[in-house]
């Protein structure tokens, strides 16, 4: 399987929604990479920017993914910034950006070479509405393809499979079927009361 790394530099943002009432906004952002058969979600955070504000920054706080080629190249994979107010009640949703990688990888053109450069970009944030309001601003390059081998779990295709036994004939759970009922048992006489008394 053929992959290829990607690093985000996360720099700053600008204009965020203000999500809270009384203080400063201390700001992180959750990114990650979805679509990705083998990884099913790449994810990870930055620092928190203390005070940051509307305006956070986080100094080139620089992300690593490992990304697979084919997907990457069939515009299967989606980076995700989603930027998140650190609250003592609970963290609240700022906003988020959606870039498809692809998009990113063939706006840097030209061969390999230009792909190690590391470019920088904007992009609109968007809030829980869908309405922009602020935007992030982050680095990014991509490294060379490098052949990852396919684990064993996936070359072993002949082998038989292992399953619970199955249950009773006839019976679709797990239970032992229910007894047999037999007929009634005979009624017994019992003598009337004694009369008169």
């Not at 920017?49 to 299967?76: E, V």
């Not at 070479?113 to 829980?128: L, M, P």
């Amino acid at each position: 399987m053929e992959c290829r790394p990607l690093e985000i530099t996360i720099v700053s943002a600008s204009d965020l929604k203000d999500v809270n009432m009384f203080s400063k906004m201390d700001v992180y952002a959750a990114v990650s990479v979805s679509g990705d058969p083998r990884n099913k979600k790449q994810k990870t955070k930055t620092p928190v920017a203390k005070g940051g504000g509307t305006n956070p920054k986080w100094n080139n706080y620089s992300i690593k993914f490992t990304l697979d080629d084919a997907a990457l190249l069939h515009n299967r994979l989606t980076l995700n910034i989603k930027l998140v107010s650190e609250r003592s009640l609970g963290d609240t949703k700022i906003g988020k950006v959606q870039i498809p990688l692809k998009e990113l990888f063939d706006s840097l053109g030209g061969g390999d070479d230009q792909k190690k450069q590391i470019k920088h970009v904007g992009y609109s944030v968007r809030t829980s509405s869908g309405k922009p309001k602020g935007s992030i601003n982050f680095g990014y390059k991509f490294g060379d393809k490098f052949t990852v081998p396919v684990p064993e779990a996936h070359k072993k295709t002949h082998e038989p499979v292992m399953a619970y036994p199955s249950g009773h004939p006839g019976s679709s759970s797990g239970y032992p079927p229910a007894a047999h009922a037999g007929p009634y048992p005979p009624a017994q006489a019992y003598p009337y009361p004694p009369s008169g008394g």
